[in-house]
């Protein structure tokens, strides 16, 4: 490929990143909006069905007026499939990303989120040192996907290293952080958990198991999400059957000595948008 057609190429991936973190902020996902539906016309108690209410109005909102879900725009996590032998490097592709995700700051427009862990320097415009964080992945063609994460949810995240002894506590401890988190994470929350792999493998797969579609759940899934439900802690922590949209799970192999589970919540802007790069 010519020097034109890659920057042609270039240009399209910094558009359609563009693009991919618009969607992601303004515009909720179609499995999400029936999840919230659906709790909307289950839920018996009064208030918590206010606050349904209000979450329905302020995704319809959103729309209408082409703007954020939600104040707190996050940090943009990033995953990329690229196809085998593709033109760009990974180097050049994450310059052209940071440079999608400057834009966004601007177009969307989104808060200025990344500061330094230390001195708390603003960025200005959501990149800095490994931010966003970008996955790479290979895969057919070249796609790009956002998940805006938020820190209200972030925060309440948790890992814990169990034995193997303890495969029977998996459960328990989702729900405890759930507990744990109360209406910090704006619930009703998405739990995406990881099962399995490493330290950092089980917080890497929590976080993808929230990019799975919500309508559908398996079994395993169904029973912690039922559990979570019987919290009481109900939309934004006011009381209320439903707590817990849905929970999605990934696992992993693991080491023989170990059992690493991690709980990455997500509110109930359960946002992520995916876009196909085409020049």
Known sequence: MDAHGVETLRKALVDATLACIHDAEVLLPADVKRAIDVSYEAETDPVARGELENIRANIQTAERLDLPLCQDTGIAVIYVTVPENFTLSRAELSSAIREGVRKATEAVPLRP?????????????????????????????????????????????????????????????????????????????????????????????????????????????????????????????????????????????????????????????????TRVVTP
Not at 142 to 171: D, F, H, Q, Y
Not at 253 to 261: D, E, M, N, Q
Request: net charge negative; charged share 15%.
């Open 113 to 273: 989120n990344a500061v330094d862990p230390l001195t708390r320097e603003n960025s200005g415009d959501n990149t800095g040192v490994e931010i966003p964080p970008i996955h790479f992945s290979e895969g057919p063609e070249l796609t790009i996907t956002v998940l805006p994460k938020g820190a209200g949810s972030e925060n309440v995240s948790r890992i814990g290293m169990l034995l193997p002894s303890e495969a029977g506590k998996v459960i328990s401890f989702v729900v405890e952080t759930v507990l744990l988190a109360g209406g910090k994470p704006c619930p009703p929350v998405v739990v995406g958990v990881g099962i399995g792999g490493t330290f950092d493998l089980a917080a890497a797969l929590a976080k993808e198991a929230l990019l799975l579609p919500i309508g559908m759940m398996n079994s395993f899934e169904s029973e912690i999400c039922d559990a979570i439900n019987t919290l009481g802690i109900g939309p934004m922590g006011l009381g209320g059957d439903t707590t817990a949209l849905a929970v999605k799970v990934k696992k992993a192999h693991c080491h023989t000595a170990s059992l690493p589970v991690a709980v990455n919540i997500q509110c109930w802007a359960c946002r992520r948008a």
